[in-house]
């Protein structure tokens, strides 16, 4: 008997700490354990030490706050994972001894920030299709493989300010991944690599410190932009091909290298079999002299790359396909550098149809690109005043895209059945589209995205998937005497906008919606035939709500919607001399958000 009670002591004795192995949901007041999941916003209040699977895995839509403590582990999986975790945020946590220190991995609009990861296979990563993710101000430190891992099918994915040192084989290293944008961080240390770009179109590369390492550009890597990179190692930019099982190569084409240094390289730029690549007003110290090496890989000569507006030595390509204007006709792909038009339709194109430079304009006489692709119809890329016109536009993620740049103009344009019909963002300036038809957008009609001095005049956008026309963080916009038409879920959108005049447009169907900051705007004679406007705040869990104020609204009529105003916590907007149809008796809705009280507002 007294074996058997001692036994059952044991047994009985045993169960709780089995319990505590087991991983369980934390956050808010309950604490967090090696290998829980944080599903409610935590402050971490205490070390997580030899964790020996993953360290804590982050839910949708949760702020982890680490406040400087550490999580450590001796394990083969992630020290945070944030695994289709919609709008998670992490911040302030030191992580050391895992495979991947912090890992998105899937889901949209994650925030990484402020994180030191020590020691870690990979510091972090975004993988499995995880999109608009943002690393911020982290620090990665003596990683034994690499620093930051982009790739599997991610896009939108940004590195902002960060400090990436002696990871032992690439600082950063993105493989097919869309849209990745590495702006002002520093990348040191002993590394192989400073960058390496795999398989990944329209990266934006800009004002980075790359003190050691090269940047190595490979595949299918086509469309990117590099701007102002200070690199100081003693290798600069390679462009190469990659053999695939079967046999076939790809190369980097029609890439942008413009400003910036490269002070110390004995070879600034390898092109091998790499073409139609544009070097510009970058600085070169000791490889001045002969600053470009071309290679042929497989057969494939590396044509048509210019340095400074000139072929580059060994390059017979000025003529080739991959530049075109004047005199010589465009193809799929190619980039106008000097003002031209269409004699045919560009069928098929797979990448980005056209590219137009500063100061050229492109006539397409009514001709059509047509796509089948996941990159732009035609793109504007820090090209000031460029010009298209008379363009037929269908089939790829965006029929055209503005970015950055000033004075462009879009005029007489059919855009149709794309992802966006035209986007306008990156900052650009004075952007002027007039008398465009874009239909049957996928998403938005007409997006502009934090830019300023936007003209969206005498256009007709119909059936969109969302919003018909959308700004977002846009100031001084004009729209003007355009037609909204055909059900999308909201004829016109203004999130975070300011000092903008919405004049004397016709919006067939849905209504218009103010989100955010949007402030002092003006909305003045506009037709509403279905819906009318709703004001709305947006709560941000950095910084709480945000609401609409001060706008007005003069003018115009709304004859048949049945809430012609609706402020949810919107305050000191003014209403005048608009004509109200059903709505009259009560033409305006007030409600309250988050004890945020609709005041002020006069109609």
């Known amino acids: 008997m007294p074996r058997l009670a001692v036994l059952v002591c044991l047994v009985l004795a045993a169960i709780p700490l089995a319990g505590r192995a087991v991983a369980s949901d934390c956050g808010g007041t309950v604490a967090c354990a090696c290998g829980d999941t944080v599903v409610r916003a935590t402050l971490l209040d205490a070390d997580l030490e030899a964790c020996t699977q993953?360290?804590?895995?982050?839910?949708?839509?949760?702020?982890?706050?680490?406040?400087?403590?550490?999580?450590?582990?001796?394990?083969?999986?992630?020290?945070?994972?944030?695994?289709?975790?919609?709008?998670?945020?992490?911040?302030?946590?030191?992580?050391?001894?895992?495979?991947?220190?912090?890992?998105?991995r899937g889901g949209h609009g994650q925030l990484v920030s402020e994180n030191l990861l020590v020691g870690n296979r990979r510091g972090l990563a975004a993988t499995e299709g995880a999109s608009d993710v943002r690393f911020e101000r982290n620090t990665v430190e003596a990683s034994t493989e690499i620093g930051l891992y982009v790739g599997n099918g991610t896009a939108d994915v940004s590195a902002v300010r960060n400090v990436i040192m002696n990871s032992a084989k690439e600082n950063v290293e993105v493989v097919e991944s869309k849209r990745f944008l590495l702006d002002d961080n520093v990348l040191g240390g002993i590394t192989r690599y400073g960058f390496r770009l795999t398989d990944s179109?329209?990266?934006?590369?800009?004002?980075?410190?790359?003190?050691?390492?090269?940047?190595?550009?490979?595949?299918?890597?086509?469309?990117?932009?590099?701007?102002?990179?200070?690199?100081?190692?003693?290798?600069?930019?390679?462009?190469?091909?990659?053999e695939d099982r079967e046999g076939s190569w790809?190369?980097?084409?029609?890439?942008?290298?413009?400003?910036?240094?490269?002070?110390?390289?004995?070879?600034c730029?390898?092109?091998?079999?790499?073409?139609?690549?544009?070097?510009?007003?970058?600085?070169?110290?000791?490889?001045?002299?002969?600053?470009?090496?071309?290679?042929?890989?497989?057969?494939?000569?590396?044509?048509?790359?210019?340095?400074?507006?000139?072929?580059?030595?060994?390059?017979?390509?000025?003529?080739?396909?991959?530049?075109?204007?004047?005199?010589?006709?465009?193809?799929?792909?190619?980039?106008?550098?000097?003002?031209?038009?269409?004699?045919?339709?560009?069928v098929g194109c797979t990448r980005t149809g056209l590219r137009i430079a500063s100061g050229v304009t492109l006539d397409c006489k009514g001709f059509a690109l047509l796509g089948r692709s996941s990159s732009d119809g035609v793109l504007i890329d820090y090209a000031d005043g460029a010009r298209l016109r008379n363009c037929r536009i269908e089939g790829f993620a965006a029929g055209v895209r503005v970015r950055g740049?000033?004075?462009?103009?879009?005029?007489?344009?059919?855009?149709?059945?794309?992802?966006?019909?035209?986007?306008?963002?990156?900052?650009?300036?004075?952007?002027?589209?007039?008398?465009?038809?874009?239909?049957?957008?996928r998403d938005s009609g007409i997006r502009a995205t934090t830019v300023s001095e936007v003209a969206i005049l005498g256009s007709f956008v119909s059936g969109s998937g969302k919003q018909n026309i959308e700004l977002a963080g846009v100031d001084r916009a004009l729209v003007q005497g355009n037609v909204l038409d055909e059900r999308p879920r909201s004829a016109l959108r203004l999130s975070d906008t300011t000092r903008?005049?919405?004049?004397?447009?016709?919006?067939?169907?849905?209504?218009?919606?103010?989100?955010g900051a949007s402030s002092a705007n003006l909305f003045a004679d506009n037709r509403l035939l279905d819906q009318g406007f709703s004001l709305a705040g947006i709560e941000d869990r950095e910084t709480g709500w945000r609401f609409p104020e001060r706008n007005v609204f003069r003018g115009g009529e709304i004859p048949t919607a049945?809430?012609?105003?609706?402020?949810?916590?919107?305050?000191?907007?003014?209403?005048?001399?608009?004509?109200?149809?059903?709505?009259?008796?009560?033409?305006?809705?007030?409600?309250?958000?988050?004890?945020?009280?609709?005041?002020g507002n006069v109609w």
Not at 75 to 80: A, E, K, Q, T
């Open 54 to 104: 993953t360290g804590l895995v982050v839910g949708p839509g949760v702020t982890l706050d680490c406040r400087g403590h550490a999580i450590r582990g001796r394990s083969s999986r992630d020290g945070l994972l944030l695994a289709e975790a919609e709008g998670a945020r992490v911040r302030g946590c030191t992580v050391e001894g895992f495979r991947i220190g912090i890992r998105v």
């Open 201 to 242: 179109p329209d990266v934006r590369v800009r004002g980075n410190e790359i003190q050691t390492g090269s940047i190595q550009v490979r595949g299918d890597s086509d469309g990117g932009t590099f701007l102002d990179d200070l690199v100081l190692g003693r290798e600069g930019y390679d462009f190469r091909g990659i």
């Open 250 to 267: 790809r190369f980097p084409d029609h890439n942008v290298i413009r400003g910036g240094a490269i002070p110390n390289a004995q070879r």
């Open 269 to 346: 730029f390898r092109f091998s079999g790499a073409s139609f690549n544009e070097i510009d007003s970058v600085a070169l110290g000791a490889c001045a002299t002969r600053p470009v090496e071309l290679k042929t890989a497989d057969g494939q000569a590396a044509i048509g790359n210019t340095i400074d507006g000139n072929a580059t030595a060994g390059g017979s390509g000025g003529s080739a396909a991959g530049v075109c204007g004047g005199d010589r006709r465009c193809v799929c792909g190619d980039t106008l550098t000097a003002s031209a038009e269409l004699h045919a339709d560009l």
């Open 405 to 441: 740049g000033a004075r462009q103009q879009l005029q007489d344009l059919l855009v149709r059945a794309n992802e966006v019909g035209i986007r306008v963002e990156e900052g650009a300036a004075g952007t002027r589209i007039e008398r465009a038809v874009v239909e049957q957008s």
């Open 500 to 515: 903008t005049e919405v004049r004397a447009n016709e919006i067939r169907s849905a209504g218009v919606e103010l989100r």
């Open 562 to 599: 049945q809430h012609c105003f609706i402020f949810a916590g919107a305050s000191d907007n003014l209403v005048e001399d608009v004509d109200f149809g059903s709505c009259a008796a009560n033409p305006v809705e007030l409600d309250t958000v988050d004890g945020h009280a609709a005041t």
